[in-house]
Nanobody, 120 residues
Framework: QVQVAESGGGLVQPGGSLELSCEAS????????VAWYRQAPGKERELVAN???????NYAESVKGRFTISRGDARNTVYLQMNSLKPEDAAVYYC??????????????WGQGTQVTVSS
């Protein structure tokens, strides 16, 4: 009932920047929180950043000061600006959205992921 789509991944050199986008669609009444996760081969999926409905944000220590999560003009869109990228940032990045359907049931939904490659 809720679809989540990420975009913006690609190849970037160390020290470069990328901006990822996350858009949620469907029978959504409200979105309570959006989070970005990432998963590299052989590693567990880890939380990168999240933002709540009031605009409060949290970041993993490994990305603090380099990444910024923000809401778009459309409230169903969230961005992750990634600066000063390092090879260890390379992973598939996933968007997670939690909120309420129009029938007032809670939902959570994952996107399919977007690949970020950091290499010279």
């Amino acid at each position: 009932q809720v679809q989540v789509a990420e975009s913006g991944g690609g190849l970037v050199q160390p020290g470069g920047s990328l901006e990822l986008s996350c858009e949620a669609s469907g029978r959504i009444f409200s979105i309570n929180a959006v989070a970005w996760y990432r998963q590299a081969p052989g590693k567990e999926r880890e939380l990168v950043a999240n933002i709540n409905s009031g605009g409060g944000t949290n970041y993993a220590e490994s990305v603090k000061g380099r990444f910024t999560i923000s809401r778009g003009d459309a409230r169903n869109t969230v961005y992750l600006q990634m600066n000063s990228l390092k090879p260890e940032d390379a992973a598939v990045y996933y968007c997670f959205v939690a909120g309420y359907y129009t029938d007032m049931r809670r939902f959570d939904s994952w996107g399919q992921g977007t690949q970020v490659t950091v290499s010279s």
